[in-house]
């Protein structure tokens, strides 16, 4: 079931000596044989355990796939798009719906142990940690549910921005007992996660033209790093919210942390900054003003899908583009690393199971 993958004419030189193999592939609608395109857009996310791949899908089900024998353990129909999760813990899998609705699916079967309808799409966001399910969904809605049966333990809500928005809600972060939440009126507060009482409250880049937040905030070293669509990449005390340092980099996809670097994947290309002056260290365009997704950090490169043109590999510690994997079909949903694995799910709704020679950090 393995092969070569083809190089797509865009591909520096070197890809062609990058050897790529599939282990399988598996598709999530094998009746159809066409071609879709861009459209509809995946834009669920993977979750791989040791034994099982888990895809949430825009054909409206979550699909757990075995890993060694690449047979479908179950799957789950669920009538809206999946457009956050899933999440996999070992109580359970956690999605949301491009209708509004978070469920909760029984780990081994697909059962649906609990749903809560929130009534307006949720987009990118949902966070499951320390006993709770929370998201923020289109009408600037936080909700914070309970792990275990889905009964509401808080809500807050902003008023909904007036100004266009970019795709998307913000994933709150949940670390030390607070809840962070941004929203696409360009507030982030800090939340106390017991009761949802207000520890601090910040409205970034008010003139920004889109002020949404719409990547999870991340944490390191008591500074907490967050983007707004427009005002760029923020350096925040998490004490209290207070700016430690700014750069504008725009259209935000994902920030990643590691040791004295932030690594960022944004409209204007995919970033190596020092953690603690902003300072560029590399800078990589790939394609100007592309969808790029989140990235996954391994120990060579960084994994990233960007739309009409594949999944690209970056070297890490240069930020040269390594390699370029062409499947002949576009990708959106951002690529899983596992230990030499690479999952990535395209938008002809096929799951990819490739070899790779690299390892998460």
């Not at 083809?6 to 790529?20: G, H, K, L, T």
């Not at 020092?274 to 560029?280: A, C, F, K, L």
């Not at 499947?327 to 596992?338: C, E």
């Amino acid at each position: 079931m393995s092969g070569g993958v083809m190089s797509s004419e865009a591909a520096p030189p070197r890809s062609a000596q990058y050897d790529i193999a599939i282990d399988w592939t598996f598709p999530l609608n094998p009746k159809t044989t066409f071609y879709l395109g861009a459209k509809p857009l995946e834009l669920g996310h993977i979750a791989v355990t040791d034994n099982v791949t888990y895809i949430g899908s825009s054909l409206s089900k979550v699909v757990a796939i075995h890993n060694q024998k690449a047979t479908k353990i179950w799957e789950t129909a669920l009538g809206a798009p999946v457009t956050a999760g899933p999440v996999v813990t070992s109580s359970g899998v956690y999605v949301a719906l491009g209708d509004g609705a978070i469920l909760k699916l029984d780990v081994s079967n697909g059962a649906i142990v609990w749903r809560y309808d929130t009534l307006v799409p949720i987009e990118n966001s949902i966070a499951v940690q320390d006993g709770v399910v929370a998201c923020v969904n289109g009408n600037n809605r936080l909700v914070v549910l309970n792990e275990k049966d889905g009964t509401v333990k808080w809500r807050r809500e902003r008023p909904r921005s007036n100004e266009f928005t970019m795709y998307g809600q913000s994933s709150p972060l949940i670390q030390d007992d607070v809840l962070y939440a941004g929203f696409s009126d360009g507030n982030l507060t800090a939340f106390a996660l017991e009761n949802g009482t207000v520890i601090w409250t910040r409205d970034l880049a008010p003139d920004a033209r889109f002020k949404d937040l719409d990547v999870q905030p991340v944490i390191m070293d008591n500074t907490l790093y967050v983007a707004n669509s427009s005002g760029g990449i923020y350096a925040l005390s998490v004490s209290d919210g207070h700016t430690l340092w700014q750069r504008d980099i725009h259209g935000a996809s994902s920030i990643v942390p590691h040791q004295d670097s932030l690594y960022l994947t944004s409209q204007d290309g995919v970033f190596r900054i020092d953690r603690m002056s902003g300072n560029t260290i590399w800078q990589n365009e790939i394609r100007r003003d592309a969808l790029i997704s989140p990235m996954q950090l391994g120990r060579n490169y960084i994994y990233a899908s960007v739309q009409r043109f594949g999944l690209v590999l970056i070297d890490r510690a240069t930020g040269e583009t390594a390699h370029i994997i062409d499947m002949g079909t576009d990708f959106t949903s951002a690529p899983v690393l596992t230990n030499g694995i690479l999952t990535a799910l395209s938008n002809r709704s096929t799951v990819y199971r490739l070899f790779v020679q690299d390892y998460p950090l």
